[in-house]
Each structure stands twice: as structure tokens, then as C-alpha cells.
């Protein structure tokens, strides 16, 4: 089975620092991988996804992430965090073969927190 | 404007009372689904529906139900809803199995 880890339910940074948020995954077949982010009492939103194509993803809001099969990682950075960056992100993978086909596998989201 | 409708957004309800939290996309999108959101947990899929009258169980589809007799549709149905199902859920499409997926704005359900 498919499974989604991301490090650090908990993320804290300046505004202008770096934001750094990490996702590893399992799969035995090459997946397709989402991050998606929630703000308050909203539903959830796509920043990108990376679909065998180029291994760095860019997304909205200047959100990026690289694919490293060899780490099985889909971390997510931005160089500068703006306030409105203040949301819940996630990770989820997508069963490209296999059973359960099509569905989306999530991690358990990381809290970014913006502080001025 | 591409959306995912569901409906109510809030619901406070009684042990045992059957409900129906709606569903409805205008995108024309094959594969629908429900998660629910529990914090520390993440989004687990409670059902999914790969087109009209196909549905098939995610991974906690104890205490639910669905139907898909419309492309559009998707109703997830709680026929006697316990405590432990309260939560927030969340609707989802996408035009394929590989294809992102369109998320509603949520339903925020307490049984008590």
C-alpha cells in the first residue's frame, strides 16, 4: 500500500525565510505526486504536481518541488514567505497502477506558520 | 466557473438520523470521491466512483454510503451517523485517475 510521510506536523518561519516542507513517499510503481494547500475553513487548494515530466515542479504563489526517486522525496520550498503563506499543506500521491487506481494517498499536513 | 458544489457546509445532527451531505461538479469529471479530514490524520477516502454507477470503497467505508446514478452527482449518505463520524468532509472530482483532483469547500458534520 501506498503511503505519504511528511515531517514536522508543525512548520514556523519569519516572513523573507525560506519555508522548507518535506514529503517522502512509498510506491512501487512511478507515482503522481500533489501538494495542496488549505486555509482556514476552505476546501483544498492545487499548488502543483509533478506527472513524469520535468523533476522540478514549479507551482503557484511561487511554490516549488523537486521529485528525487533515489530520496523518494517531493519536498516543497519557497524562497521568501509572504504572511498570506499561513495555511496547511499536503502531500498526496496517486496511484498510477495497481489497485486502487486513481486514488490519492495524503500525508497528515504540516501547519505553516508566518511570523512577521 | 469550474466547481465543486457540496452541501450543507455545516451540520450538527443526532445519534441515529439519517443524513445526505450533497455533491455535484459541472466540470463533466469521470473519477469522484469523498475524504474525511480528522486532525493529525490527514484525508482518508471513504468512497469513489470511477463513472456512473461504478463506486468502490476507499479506506474507512464503514458507516457510509454513496451513489453515482449521474455523471454530475455524488451523494454520500449516512444512514444511522454515530459520534465517531464527526468530521470534515470533503468532496473531490478530476477528469481522470491521473489527473489532479477539484476539491469542494467541505462539510462540517457533529453528530451528538
Known amino acids: 500500500a501506498q503511503s505519504v510521510t511528511q515531517l514536522g506536523s508543525h512548520v514556523s518561519v519569519s516572513e523573507g525565510a525560506l519555508v522548507l516542507l518535506r514529503c517522502n513517499y512509498s510506491?512501487?510503481?512511478?507515482?503522481?505526486l500533489f501538494w495542496y494547500v488549505q486555509y482556514p475553513n476552505q476546501g483544498l487548494q492545487l499548488l502543483l504536481k509533478y506527472t513524469s515530466a520535468a523533476t522540478l515542479v514549479k507551482g503557484i504563489n511561487g511554490f516549488e518541488a523537486e521529485f528525487k526517486k533515489s530520496e523518494t522525496s517531493f519536498h516543497l520550498t519557497k524562497p521568501s514567505a509572504h504572511m498570506s503563506d499561513a495555511a496547511e499543506y499536503f502531500c498526496a500521491v496517486r496511484n498510477a497502477g495497481g489497485t486502487s487506481y486513481g486514488k490519492l494517498t495524503f500525508g497528515q499536513g504540516t501547519i505553516l506558520t508566518v511570523h512577521p | 466557473e469550474a466547481q465543486v458544489t457540496q452541501n450543507p457546509r455545516y451540520l450538527i445532527t443526532v445519534t441515529g438520523k439519517k443524513l445526505t451531505v450533497t455533491c455535484s461538479q459541472n466540470?463533466?469529471?469521470?473519477?469522484m470521491s469523498w475524504y474525511r479530514q480528522d486532525p493529525g490524520l490527514g484525508l482518508r477516502q471513504i468512497y469513489y466512483?470511477?463513472?456512473?454507477?461504478?463506486?468502490d470503497k476507499g479506506d474507512v467505508p464503514e458507516g457510509y454510503k454513496v451513489s453515482r446514478k449521474e455523471k454530475r452527482n455524488f451523494p454520500l449518505i449516512l444512514e444511522s451517523p454515530s459520534p465517531n463520524q464527526t468530521s470534515l468532509y470533503f468532496c473531490?472530482?478530476?477528469?481522470?485517475?491521473?489527473?489532479?483532483?477539484?476539491f469542494g469547500q467541505g462539510t462540517r458534520l457533529t453528530v451528538v
Open positions: 510506491s512501487s510503481v512511478p507515482p503522481y
Open positions: 473531490a472530482s478530476s477528469f481522470d485517475t491521473n489527473t489532479e483532483a477539484f
Open positions: 466540470m463533466n469529471h469521470e473519477y
Open positions: 466512483s470511477m463513472n456512473v454507477e461504478v463506486t
